[in-house]
């Protein structure tokens, strides 16, 4: 149980955020309730008014830094992406009340019959981020911070969760797979991108769906990577063909809007490699969610994310050898079982 310290202060930032959301709504009657967390410090919640329901997002300043959402919204909002409406900001208490944009997320919508026009939709808004959005100024997707993201995966999938310490031939074999996926996404042509574009971030909403939440965390770099991110994953699976589907349909519009030119075993080179980038930094951010932070339903997801890698890994020629040898050292592992 967290120490008493610690609830006390809980309790009275949650009394400073509802006194706030009642001075600024200017209604002592609202309802606050917890509306939902994400894998970061901040928190959300829904305040009921006697005419409206709002979301007010709680970011403790010494933990997180909201400039970067208010700056990230701003760019959205401009180019007409469903980022939801700003209501009013407290910088130095750090929160946000905005527009609520319902609790249907595409995760919760996603079936088989649903699947291509909420997808057509996610696959518009994309479009629209990649070309309207203004991305001067922000950071880029350099080579530090792709290797920094894919040692997590050493640290805390293999060594922390899987109890493993590669060897000097296993070490090599990692290196040499990080120098072939840094070196495919650094040259890819260089895109808004929003970094956590998948089912659990796309609101399904009745006008301009979807609405896009959670992204703050946005850079600018490879134009594959929101792509990949959406169509694999990494809480919901489809079929390789209709995944295939739906991106050699964005890559020809991206082709026709001059993004890359038409080059297709490159792009889907690109997809693959950018994938499993991705999931290898999934790999050990879900674990180190659980180790450090005590959220533990990540666990369940990691055998998705695996399956993803290998299934780019051991067939890629320049990435089989790190395939087959993650492949032997996961095999018959129960993932979702917590290490002591």
Not at 163 to 184: H, K, M, R, Y
Not at 278 to 302: E, S, T
Request: proline share 5%.
């Amino acid at each position: 149980p967290p120490p008493e310290d610690d609830l006390m202060m809980d309790r009275k930032r949650e009394m400073a955020l509802a006194n706030w959301c009642r001075g600024v709504l200017n209604d002592n009657q609202i309802k606050v309730a917890p509306a939902s967390s994400d894998a970061s410090f901040r928190s959300y919640h829904r305040v009921s008014s006697r005419d409206n329901s709002f979301i007010v997002m709680d970011a403790p300043p010494d933990k997180e830094n909201i400039a970067p959402w208010l700056d990230i919204h701003a760019r959205l909002r401009k180019a007409n992406v469903n980022a939801p409406e700003l209501v009013a900001v407290e910088r130095t208490l750090g929160f946000i009340l905005m527009a609520d944009l319902g609790d249907l997320s595409y995760l919760s919508q996603l079936n088989e019959q649903s699947a291509d026009l909420l997808y057509r939709d996610a696959l518009n808004t994309l479009y629209a981020m990649q070309t309207r959005v203004d991305s001067n100024g922000l950071e880029t997707y350099h080579y530090g911070k792709l290797v920094a993201e894919m040692e997590l995966f050493p640290e805390w999938f293999l060594q922390r969760h899987l109890g493993l310490q590669p060897n000097c031939a296993g070490w090599d074999t990692i290196e040499q797979a990080f120098s072939v996926l840094t070196a495919s996404a650094l040259e890819q042509p260089q895109v808004f991108v929003h970094r956590d574009f998948h089912s659990r971030n796309l609101m399904r909403t009745t006008l301009n769906n979807p609405g896009v939440i959670d992204f703050q965390d946005a850079v600018k770099g490879p134009i594959t990577y929101d792509l990949v991110s959406l169509l694999r994953d990494c809480y919901i699976e489809w079929p390789k063909e209709r995944v295939l589907a739906w991106m050699q349909a964005y890559r020809e519009r991206a082709v026709a809007a001059n993004l890359i030119a038409h080059n297709e075993l490159r792009f889907k080179r690109w997809f693959d490699l950018m994938g499993v980038q991705r999931h290898l930094k999934v790999l050990g951010i879900f674990c180190r969610l659980w180790y450090r932070d005590g959220k533990a339903q990540y666990l369940n997801d990691l055998p998705l994310v695996l399956k993803y890698t290998l299934e780019v890994a051991t067939v890629n020629k320049d990435l089989k050898p790190f395939g087959e040898w993650l492949a032997k050292i996961t095999a018959n592992i129960d993932l979702t079982r917590p290490r002591d």
